[in-house]
Every structure is written in structure tokens, then in C-alpha cells.
């Protein structure tokens, strides 16, 4: 058997035996509010039926139309393996596409998303053919095809002398505040636990502790929506920003994070921040911790390939799973124990593990790769079209985030003594990803400035 056929067999994906019991496994799904009501007043609506860029785009399009099937149009919903993930394991599904039309969201929901992660930046599909598009790249084409592209018109901004970033803004805004009505209703049921809906202060500040600080709070009280994360990297400079913008009570998204020594930096700017605040009750104060799976297996595959030993090869495909695993056991070791349990008596509650960056880059790997094998009690999984169309189909429902944890451990010794060097990984891919976030952003605002001097052209 393959190394990764191994995997899927065994491995991290094993079979768990611990399920939790859960007390609403029998329910119906928590959201079967009339979603289709909550856009009333987005002032322009655009049916999710039509012709958008989201449906245009061919996995997004098939994961609409999947969920769509979902959606008994007042009928009963039906139960999907996302509605079983969180009610029997307790892990909520995000969708990791903020997309264009918000309302192309609905059937997601209605078939167990749980919440939404949003990028600035293009994210570039390992896949030749195509790549996602960020929520402004949808609004450049919907512009440059004559879809209806936003309730915010772009021109009369530009024209009204905005500059371009403060354009980026309101566009964003606007969407994340359409996006958070549509998750309200989860926020709402799960008292504040669940339902949230992400935006990122401007990766350029990702070395800028005072700065960041500043946007996070600008953004919070803009956006004004109590489900809203506002994401913040967990850059060594941003660490301060954490705890100062969780100590103001702002729900905080930790994002960019690849290693366990850092991971344990950003629950320490949790609880630090928790304690520093005034609060009287801490309840409304929330964070994920965004934890990167997939890149840490495209990075430490490559050096496995170099080394090149049997053994090495043996390893490929294991890396960030093992990592994940053993950062699974680090956020139950945090929080528990008398400085929790103070916290707890003022109504804190954990800063949830999120796995982010869980779409395969290696075609040869299963399709589920960084969702099955990682599922666990109050995480979060945030899937990008491909794997949540994969899961839907196919995924299996089982506790297995620590089903294995001595093999977890085995697998990330083993890699140490053949010279894998976990530092060298986390730093790296930090780097890789603040500097792809930040020049996607600018060329993002390239873009727009292009948009904006050809309608000026046009007005003259
Ligand atoms: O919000 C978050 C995490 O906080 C996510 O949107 C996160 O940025 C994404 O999962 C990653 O950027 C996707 O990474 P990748 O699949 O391109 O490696």
C-alpha cells in the first residue's frame, strides 16, 4: 500500500471509537429560519438563480446547485454530512469563499455552513485551470461584464474623489455586513458561539503592532455587527495586537498561523488579553484560532523529496496532520486549569482551533485530506468550495483529531531526526503567506485604480 493510501486507510483518517454523544443528533437542523427573508433589504437583491460570477465559476457553481438540491423551499431540510458534523462531533463547517452574490450563501447554509472566512487577496488555486476569485475580483468582472456587480456604485465613489483603498473598504464593508445578517440567526441560537463572518485588516500591516490595532478597531466599528471576526495575523509583531484588541472586547480571527510555538503565543495573547480587559462578562468576547494545514504538507514534501530516503518518502503527506493533531492536544492542555477556570467564571469562552487551508494541493492525496481526519469537538473547519463539494459528497463523520495522538507524536519526531526543522517551517510559511496576502492585496487595488481611471475617462 502507498504511503498515502495508507493514510486514508489508517492513519489520521482512522475510524474513531470516541465519539462524543451528542444531545441534539435527532434534532432538525439549527437553521431552517427562512434565509431568503434575511436578504430583504440588501437593496438589491440578485437571485441566486441567475447568471453571477459565483454560478459562473465551475466548482462554486456546482457547489451551489449541490446545496440547492439541499433546499426543500419550505419543505423539511435535508439532513447533509455538514448538519451531522457539528451535531455528532461538534465541529462547524465554514465556508472559505466570502463569495458575490452573499445571498449565493443561503443554500449553503441551508445545508450546515456554520460561518464564513473572507480573504483580500486572489487565491491561487494549485490547480492549472483556474483559480478563486476574491470577493473584488467578482466585483471587477461582474463590472466588466455588466452583472449587476454591488448596491455600492463604484463610479460614484471614484467620482466623488474617494481614493482607492477607501473604495476597497466600502465595497468590502458592505458585503461582510450583507454576509453577517445571513449568519445572524446561528450567532443568535448558538448565544454568540457560532455564525461569524470574517474580514481582514490590510495585510500590509502585518509587522505594524500599533497600526493594527487601530484598523482592527476602525473595521470593528464599522463593519458594526456582533458576529463579525475581524482577522489579524499571528505575525510576532501582531501577537500585542491580539491581546490589546481582545482586551477591548473585539472578536478576533487569528489568522496565518503554521507552528505550535506560535500557536501557543496567540492562546497566551487570548487569555492575556481576557484578563486585561474590564469586562464584567466576558461571553461576547470570542476568537478562532486559524491553524494552516495544506501548505505545511506542500512545504515539508518538497524537502521529504530531497532527502529523498525511503523513509523520508514514506513520510510525505503526514506532516501537517501531525502537527494539527498535537496542536489539538495543546489547545486542551491551555484551556483547562485554574487560569481558566477563572476566566470561565467571568463567561469566557475557548478560543476555538480552526483548520484553515484545507484544499489538497497534491491531486494524489484524498480529496478529504485536511477535513476528515481533523475532526474534533468546538473547531472549526473552514472548506473552500472543492473540499466542502468533497465532504458533502463523501466525508465521513467521526471524531478523529485524536484518535491517534502517539502516531501524531511518532510522526512529528520522525521528521525532526530526519532533519525537518518545525522552526524553519513555521517561519517560512509565514513569510510566504504575509507576502502573497500583501501582493495580492496591492495588486488588487491595481486593479481597482485601473477600473477607476478608465470610468473616469469615460465621465470626461
Ligand atoms: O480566514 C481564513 C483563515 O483565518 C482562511 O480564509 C484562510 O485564509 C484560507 O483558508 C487560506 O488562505 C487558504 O489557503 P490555501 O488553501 O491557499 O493554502
Redesign the pocket.
Known sequence: MSSISKLSASGFANSATNSRPTTRSSQQPMCCVDLRKRTAGFGNPISSSKLTVGTNHPIKASLVVRCSKNDGNGSTVKKTTLHDLYEKEGQSPWY?NLCRPVTDLIPLIESGVRGV???PAR?MLHVPTFCWLSLIEQFLFCMNTNIPESNINFKELVQSGKDIESAYWELVVKDIQDACKLFEAIYDETDGADGYV?VEVSPRLADDTENTIEAAKWLHKWVNRSNVYI?IPATAPCIPSIKEVIALGISV?V?LIFSLARYEAVIDAYLDGLEASGLDDLSRVTSVA?F?V??VDSLVDKMLEKIGTPEALDLRGKAANAQAGLAYQLYQKKFSGPRWEALVKKGAKKQRL?W????VKNPAYPDTLYVAPLIGPDTVS?M?DQALLAFLDHGSVARTIDSNVSEAEGIYSALEKLGIDWGYVGSQLELEGVDSFKKSFDSLLDSLQEKANTLKLVSL
Open positions: 472559505d472566512t473572507s480573504n487565491k470574517s482577522k480571527n489568522t486559524s494552516f495544506s501548505r480552526l484553515a487551508s484545507t484544499s473552514t473552500p
